[in-house]
């Protein structure tokens, strides 16, 4: 039986962090995204920023956490305080990112990282959690709404590459995570 947690992220997981979103993102986006694109996921640069998550986040209430199975990083939550202009920073916190495996996934590793990541998000003060979904995303969403996640409304669009040649279309849900006190 695996030994199986989830634990702050180390500069030495980087690599492993980029591997499993780059693993994700071709899974669930292979469709849809330029090859190109999600082949960054991989490379030199995306290594060097999940890095940076760890020796130099944004904030002090930034985090990245890790899914570990005995020693293997298999999946990973980026959070931080909600950077959109309806919520507030202080008490709306965002995941960034998460992601598993393909290969580990169904076995329990999302699940522990959003309650890891929203026991974190309590901790540091926040009053609700969001998270960006592209609309295609169904696996996902459909697995945070079991988790108590809804819909609020809120839309976007993202140009990937500044030309309308690659549009995303995401929606957000969030959910009440205590009174932050």
Avoid: C, K
Avoid at 26 to 54: K, M, N
Avoid at 112 to 139: K, P, Y
């Amino acid at each position: 039986m695996a030994e199986l947690s989830v634990r702050a992220a180390t500069v030495g997981d980087a690599a492993y962090v980029a591997d499993a979103q780059a693993a994700a993102w071709h899974d669930t986006f292979g469709a849809t995204l330029p090859a190109a694109l999600l082949d960054q996921l991989r490379g030199a640069a995306a290594v060097e920023q999940w890095r940076l998550a760890v020796t130099d986040p944004p904030t002090p209430r930034h985090r990245l956490l890790v899914a570990v199975a005995d020693a293997d990083v298999v999946g990973f939550a980026a959070v931080g305080p909600a950077g959109d202009p309806d919520l507030d920073q202080e008490t709306d916190a965002e995941i960034v990112a998460l992601s598993v495996q393909p290969a580990r996934g169904h076995e329990g590793h999302g699940s522990r990282l959003v309650n890891a990541t929203v026991d974190q998000l309590r901790s540091d003060g926040f009053r609700t959690a969001h998270v960006w979904l592209t609309e295609t995303d169904t696996v996902l969403r459909a697995f945070l709404e079991r988790a108590g996640w809804a819909d609020d409304g809120a839309r976007r669009t993202l140009d990937l590459h500044g030309d309308a040649t690659v549009v995303v279309t995401q929606l957000r849900l969030g959910v009440a995570i205590g009174d932050g006190g």
